[in-house]
């Protein structure tokens, strides 16, 4: 599958057919089955799928989760299709990273302090080390996370300016809010300010855009709650991709385009 190299940094029309190309969007790996069934139970309330959101009773029809999903992921949005391949629209896509390079933009004018964390090392790590590095080289301030944070899951560490869950000398993969309360505690009980941004994913996104702090970050096709924080204006802004797709480095064409568009490249 070609997904590199892409030289300097492409045209949107160039992203688009990256996207597709790598799977980050279109035809992507997640099929609907799944995608159907972590609606389900994000309207049943199953906790574990609201990643760090409180939903309260307001997203009990799975059928009104699909269509919010339709609309912001560009998943099929009939209720019958219910087994096969599901998309995400690569339009999508480049519209919410334009989305977010604006609030990037607004970051580095500040010169805010930017929280980042991902619960998808595997896949997200890179992209958001180098947003950070950008930032701060635009005078932004990484928030550096408190010592000594740990949940039911593990340690909430920091690697390459991006804090992340620690489990037997391995980084976690979580869905979980926890680590972000984890980190958001800490910094209030030493008396430090709070990001005024956080660029995340999963529940660390989640928990943050809860607790009030402007959050902005990425998102699965199955994971749906972040878009529904979206719809609701709890989180900012939500990227539509593939979190985990073959190479970490199919990313990186991405990564290139948003920080161009918020005038970090």
């Not at 760090?52 to 998943?75: H, I, P, Y």
């Not at 930017?114 to 928030?143: K, N, S």
């Not at 980084?171 to 980190?183: D, F, K, N, V, Y």
């Amino acid at each position: 599958m070609g997904g590199m190299p892409i030289p300097g940094t492409p045209s949107r029309a160039q992203l688009v057919d990256h996207l597709v190309r790598t799977r980050i969007a279109g035809d992507v790996a997640t099929p609907r089955e799944n995608n159907l069934s972590h609606y389900r139970q994000l309207a049943n309330g199953v906790r574990g799928f609201w990643l760090g959101l409180e939903l309260g009773d307001r997203w009990t029809d799975e059928q009104d989760v699909l269509a919010v999903m339709a609309e912001r992921v560009g998943v099929n949005d009939d209720p019958e299709y219910r087994y096969g391949q599901d998309t995400i629209d690569p339009e999508l896509t480049v519209d919410a990273l334009d989305r977010m390079a604006a609030r990037l933009r607004k970051a580095a004018g500040g010169r805010q302090r930017v929280l980042f964390a991902t619960g998808h090392p595997g896949g997200l790590l890179d992209v958001h080390r180098a947003t950070a590095a950008a930032l701060r080289a635009a005078g932004c301030e990484i928030v550096v996370i408190p010592d000594g944070l740990q949940t039911e899951e593990g340690y909430v560490m920091q690697f390459a300016d991006v804090a992340v869950l620690e489990h037997g000398a391995s980084l976690w993969h979580t869905h979980s809010g926890e680590p972000m309360r984890a980190i958001l505690t800490g910094l209030e009980r030493e008396g430090r300010p709070l990001p005024d941004l956080v660029v995340a994913d999963h529940g660390w996104a989640g928990y943050a855009g809860q607790h009030g702090v402007d959050s902005v970050g990425y998102a699965d096709c199955n994971d749906p709650a972040l878009f529904l924080a979206e719809s609701e204006g709890t989180v900012q802004v939500v990227v539509p991709l593939d979190d985990h797709v073959v190479s970490p480095r199919y990313y990186d064409p991405m990564t290139a385009y948003l920080l161009a568009e918020a005038g970090l490249a």
